[in-house]
């Protein structure tokens, strides 16, 4: 065996070996070849030989390594416990429960008997996990770009970071999240919106009685009875006629507000923190509705929207959104606007939704809900003018949001032919 060979054998080894790490291995390799690296540096100093043929396959092999240390596998990845992985569906045992372990230390505990399926891995960022039936109980670690989805029936759980138990019944499509840690928000059925849930709270949605509620754990003690049973949660009408097309308002100066709830009553913001939805959408009217558009601060407006939207009162929504843009346009108009875009898109009016988001977009670019606003205009290109301008929108998706929650889509719709 020549000289050369010898020199390269034990390294190739070591590739082999560097290519199996985990990522939490591969942070501790990193740190010993930096070391390594220093110490080589430090008797290079004092000694000046190098071999004819060792050093350049050597400094080959070193970048090879080097290469393979700090170059991130694509996706998370996951170690199942105490259950089969049947290709991304867990099927739990009926005697103990199992443990999910996820490479950017996420943890998930499914207990005995529950059915879930791990889905599209391949984002950096997080999974989606579909609840088929059971219980689960999360800590999802919070890494700055986090995005994981539960998903349960018609319910979406989307999660940054953050610890809570998830129950999904599937007999009774009833869906229970109690949060320790962090927060979340659930998308329900559709025209529900999205309810935000924070750290000490339970939300519980029934998809049969179209209810939504959110309670505070440590006020109500044990499991809640079902929402309807409480009478604190507001059953969904039917979304109304869309109502004739209005022009979008201009902006103007924030005014300073001129109405406030009672101070002996919970906000609005409260009630809708805790699923009381028409107990909102009755206050407004006993105020007078058209008096609280023109003079309620822009909290109540945004707590009525956002009630108007639960219950199905989706007119009432639109006029609370343009008030809020009429009113508050530096405050909250960006947001308004993709909400109402929402509100469109949800009502099958694609034009209008498209407008909308593309108000959004054009007053917050880099906004919060910025990544949703133009997911939203690419499904409304879709729709009206199919999958040559469709193309574009998802490239343009792509570009700016390549780990974005709609990056699969996009990438299905920028391959369209």
């Known amino acids: 065996?020549?000289?050369?060979?010898?020199?390269?054998n034990?390294?190739?080894?070591?590739?082999?070996?560097a290519a199996q790490l985990s990522e939490p291995e591969r942070a501790e390799a990193r740190a010993a070849f930096l070391r390594r690296v220093d110490e080589e540096k430090a008797r290079e100093s004092t000694k000046r030989v190098v071999l004819r043929w060792a050093a350049p396959l050597a400094?080959?092999?070193?970048?090879?390594?080097?290469?393979?240390?700090?170059?991130?596998?694509?996706?998370?990845?996951?170690?199942?416990?105490?259950?089969?992985?049947?290709?991304?569906?867990?099927?739990?045992?009926?005697?103990?429960?199992?443990?999910?372990?996820?490479s950017d230390r996420t943890r998930i505990r499914a207990a005995a008997g529950a059915r879930l399926r791990i889905d599209e891995t391949e984002n950096e960022s997080g999974a989606r996990i579909s609840i088929e039936r059971g219980r689960v109980e999360a800590e999802i670690t919070h890494t700055g770009h986090s995005d994981w989805r539960f998903v349960a029936g018609p319910f979406v759980v989307r999660v940054t970071g953050t610890r809570f138990e998830l129950?999904?019944?599937?007999?009774?499509?009833?869906?229970?999240?109690?949060?320790?840690?962090?927060?979340?928000?659930?998308?329900?059925?559709?025209?529900?919106?999205?309810?935000?849930?924070?750290?000490g709270q339970r939300f519980v949605g029934d998809a049969l009685a179209r209810t939504l509620l959110v309670s505070d754990t440590t006020a109500h003690g044990p499991e809640p009875a079902p929402p309807a049973a409480q009478g604190q949660a507001a059953e969904v009408a039917p979304a109304p006629p869309e109502a004739a097309a209005s022009p979008e308002p201009s902006s103007s100066?924030?005014?300073?507000?001129?109405?406030?709830p009672p101070s002996n009553k919970p906000s609005w913001t409260k009630l809708v923190s805790q699923g009381e939805f028409r107990r909102v959408v009755q206050e407004a009217e006993a105020r007078g509705t058209q008096n609280c558009l023109a003079s309620c601060d822009a909290a109540d407006l945004n707590a009525l929207a956002d009630a108007a939207r639960y219950v199905g009162q989706n007119e009432l929504a639109e006029q609370a959104l343009l008030a809020l843009r009429a009113r508050y346009a530096k405050a909250a108009g960006s947001r308004a606007a993709f909400l109402l875009g929402r509100l469109h898109e949800s009502r099958g009016a694609a034009a209008r939704a498209r407008t909308w988001y593309e108000t959004a977009l054009r007053e917050a670019p880099s906004g919060a809900f910025a990544a949703e606003a133009l997911a939203g205009k690419m499904r409304a290109v879709q729709i009206l003018e199919g999958p040559a301008a469709t193309r574009a929108v998802a490239q343009e998706y792509l570009r700016l949001y390549p780990r974005g929650v709609h990056a699969k889509t996009a990438r299905q719709l920028a391959a369209q032919p």
């Open 253 to 260: 100066e924030d005014p300073a507000p001129l109405v406030a």
């Open 59 to 102: 400094l080959a092999a070193s970048v090879l390594l080097a290469l393979l240390l700090w170059l991130p596998e694509r996706g998370v990845r996951y170690v199942v416990e105490g259950a089969e992985d049947e290709s991304g569906y867990v099927r739990v045992p009926l005697d103990h429960p199992a443990a999910i372990t996820f």
């Open 167 to 199: 129950l999904w019944d599937a007999d009774r499509e009833r869906l229970e999240v109690i949060l320790h840690e962090g927060s979340v928000e659930v998308e329900g059925y559709a025209g529900s919106g999205a309810v935000s849930v924070r750290a």
């Open 1 to 8: 065996m020549s000289d050369p060979e010898r020199q390269l």
């Open 10 to 17: 034990p390294v190739a080894e070591l590739l082999r070996r």
